[in-house]
């Protein structure tokens, strides 16, 4: 046996080899032993090697075991249900607990948690005032949930460091939405419009075709004795009357357009 750094803690020469021979810091835990039995902490030579090949800083848990490490989660956002928008930050006093430092999520499930704790508990709230008004119930609520269950931490307080406004994303959602509204409306009367043009053009197309088979039909007429000349020169004159009527009310519409730009 040999005694290391303090006569009340002994460990095996052989087992410290070992765990050295299995990639283990043996300063860490030699150190970690001596800072544990100093704060009266109960951590036996097996735990401690074990933390250590767990690949966690075994000196580092002992400290935050003794003294409570201060977690800063990064800003949350989150809505309440008035549609503002809140954003917070917390600071998470946490105590490592050594029995569940093999096995136990780390500080990043912490920080995951309490921001889901957050979120949860202002898009809980009917107005971000309330919010506002008691940042407190953040910190209350989110503690109580367990968080730190199945972690090797134990969170001692949640405390909100900072609360702002954000956005007003139930404004900006219904202007999204208005605008989405106004494009479907604007592709249906755009729609409507390609149709009634459709419609135009094909009318027009009837209209042609119907005009080229006038002059067949009058001849026709005139072979079979159905129209005499008279009643010919007749229709011409009603044809031409109805383009002059028809270029004079072009005319008359083109003029008012012109009086009215120059007013």
Do not use: C
């Not at 765990?19 to 810091?25: C, D, I, K, R, V």
């Not at 003794?66 to 989660?73: A, D, S, W, Y």
């Not at 080229?212 to 011409?236: C, K, S, T, W």
């Not at 004159?237 to 002059?244: G, H, K």
């Amino acid at each position: 046996r040999e005694q290391v750094a303090d006569p009340m803690i002994e460990a095996h020469t052989d087992k410290l080899e070992a765990h050295y021979l299995a990639g283990g810091n043996v300063s860490d835990v030699t150190n970690a032993l001596i800072s544990a039995d100093k704060a009266n902490m109960e951590l036996s030579f097996q735990r401690a090697t074990a933390i250590d090949l767990a690949g966690r800083n075994v000196l580092e848990a002992v400290k935050v075991s003794v003294n409570p490490k201060v977690i800063e989660t990064p800003k949350v956002a989150a809505v309440a249900n008035d549609g503002i928008q809140i954003i917070a930050m917390a600071r998470v006093t946490v105590w490592a607990n050594i029995e569940r430092l093999v096995g136990g999520a780390g500080e990043e499930t912490i920080l995951a948690r309490v921001g889901e704790g957050i979120v949860s508990t202002i898009g809980s709230s009917q107005s971000h005032k309330m919010v506002l008004e008691n940042p407190d119930n953040i910190s209350k609520t989110v503690l109580s949930k367990g968080l730190d269950s199945g972690t090797a931490f134990e969170i001692l307080s949640i405390d909100i460091a900072d609360v702002d406004v954000g956005k007003n994303i139930g404004a900006q959602l219904q202007i999204d939405q208005a605008e989405a509204d106004k494009q479907i409306a604007q592709a249906k009367a755009e729609e409507r419009r390609a149709m009634a043009v459709a419609m135009e053009q094909e009318m027009k197309a009837k209209l042609v075709e119907a005009e080229a088979e006038v002059p067949q039909a009058i001849a026709d007429a005139f072979r079979q004795g159905n129209l005499g000349v008279r009643d010919y020169y007749d229709l011409r004159n009603v044809q031409a009357d109805t383009q002059m009527r028809e270029s004079l009310a072009v005319d008359g519409v083109r003029n008012d357009v012109e009086e009215r730009r120059h007013e």
